[in-house]
């Protein structure tokens, strides 16, 4: 290219600069002004990518501070990862502003194209560079997780085998990527006088798509026999198949990217099925950053104790409610005194009998109750008391214990004569003193 553009005129060198960057198809005339896009879609894609990697990314790091308190390699990886990943969609964001998505190539000018070929180099390289931290990450956290400190089994050993094999591949993937040509300026302006390229990068993506394809799969399916085979909880085999099914997505994203790669080489089209990598690529990412990190909400919920939370203000919200019932309605005649709540609470709704007594005294008479609790529950006694007479006599004699269900003992000049589960009510009426008193 460069040869052939020294050869030109400048009145052909800028009619040529000027002209599409593909001869368009039959009877199709360049728009360059204002090109057919549709940038709808990485205008949806984009943010809730964004956002939802923004929020694995989040809880990770709120376990691991708060938590937790410990910071470890895997953290490190995954902050690393996510600032390629930040730069990646700030590149992503910059080709959908010029030219657009999914834009022809025959729509865009022949000056413009170093312009939009330089940020699609560079998205090459932080992708490259967040899927070998993040995954790194992954595989070292099902490490920690799944292998007991001191312990070097076979999924110790393959995890690590993977690692390194994964490790060895990106890094080789990223040197061709930033150095496939030499200047390094010539990768992305063909139009530089001088300088060569010697490695087909088209070549070097479709098995970087392949291999990054293959080691999703494999991370995968990697702890199911461990995960699966535990004595796990319902709630908990749930959340294992929401990570399962995000890694499932990853690895849908990852075979598109695959496919798209291959039509890339095939079609001379290239600007148009640029978009569609990108978007599969940061679709993939994003479920990589799901599977590191969704997994802490577990332990942020564990830490705050928010169900024991939520329980304790609910029942702090009831406890504002008093506990009230009525004798009429209650075919044992059971009747709720004020302050009864006390004992209900603490014989958590066990059945309890009290006994009602008339005494005799000289100045009058004076009653008492005396409470017990079935065997079942906890003796307990209420130091809720109410002085119904001053008894000069005897001080004990003057009280009465707050119940919700009594024994009454009535005493007529010396006939005794007893009523079970008889209600205060029955007994006032026939003792208005009491009534009053009450």
């Known amino acids: 290219m460069a040869a052939e553009l020294s050869s030109l005129t400048p009145a052909q060198l800028e009619a040529l600069l000027n002209g599409p960057a593909l001869p368009p198809p039959h009877n199709v005339i360049p728009n360059f002004d204002h090109p057919d896009n549709q940038n709808i879609i990485p205008g ?9 990697a923004s929020i694995a990314f989040l809880l990770r790091s709120y376990a691991r501070i708060f938590c937790v308190k410990k910071i470890e390699l895997p953290d490190v990886l995954m902050v690393l990862a996510f600032g ?3 730069a990646d969609i700030y590149l992503g964001y910059r080709l959908k502003a010029k030219p657009g998505a999914f834009v022809h190539q025959w729509d865009v000018r022949v000056k413009d194209m170093p312009d939009i070929l330089f940020p699609m180099w560079l998205s090459n390289i932080f992708y490259i560079i967040a899927v070998l931290t993040i995954k790194a990450a992954i595989l070292l956290e099902w490490v920690r997780i799944f292998v007991p400190y001191g312990v070097r089994n076979r999924f110790f050993w393959l995890c690590h085998a993977v690692l390194g094999m994964n490790t ?13 040509c030499i200047p390094v300026e010539k990768a992305w302006n063909p139009m530089y006088a001088g300088g060569y390229c010697t490695i087909n990068t088209q070549a070097v993506n479709i098995a970087s798509a392949v291999l990054n394809l293959a080691s999703d799969i494999f991370i995968l399916i990697l ?5 699966w085979g535990l004595k796990m909880s319902a709630k908990t085999k749930r959340g294992v198949s929401v990570i399962f ?12 990217r695959l496919a798209s790669e291959i039509h890339f080489t095939k079609s001379t089209d290239e600007l148009y099925n640029t978009t569609s990598i990108m978007l599969c690529a940061l679709a993939e990412m994003t479920c990589m950053f799901l599977v590191f990190g969704v997994p802490s909400v577990a332990k942020i919920i564990s830490d705050s104790h928010l169900p024991s939370r939520f329980v304790s203000s609910l029942r702090s919200l009831k406890g504002r409610f008093p506990h009230r019932s009525s004798s009429r309605d209650s075919g044992t005649g059971a009747q709720s005194w004020p302050g009864s709540s006390i004992i209900m609470e603490k014989s958590q709704a066990n059945t309890s009998h009290s006994y009602y007594h008339n005494l005799e005294s000289g100045n009058g008479p004076v009653f ?17 008391m109410e002085r119904l007479r001053e008894n000069t006599g005897s001080v004990e004699s003057g009280k009465i214990l707050r119940t919700t269900q009594v024994v009454t003992h009535e005493d007529y000049g010396g006939g005794g004569y007893e009523r079970e589960g008889a209600s205060m009510d029955g007994y006032d009426r026939q003792h208005p003193w009491a009534r009053d008193r009450i």
């Open 44 to 52: 949806v894609v984009v943010p809730i990518c964004l956002v939802l």
């Open 223 to 227: 702890p199911q026999r461990i995960i």
């Open 245 to 256: 099914a995000i890694g499932i997505v990853c690895c849908i994203a990852a075979t598109i």
């Open 84 to 86: 390629c990943y930040l």
């Open 168 to 180: 060895i591949f990106y890094i080789v993937v990223l040197f061709v990527m930033i150095f496939p």
């Open 368 to 384: 008492q109750t005396t409470t017990t609790i079935d065997s079942t529950a906890q003796p307990i006694s209420s130091e809720s």
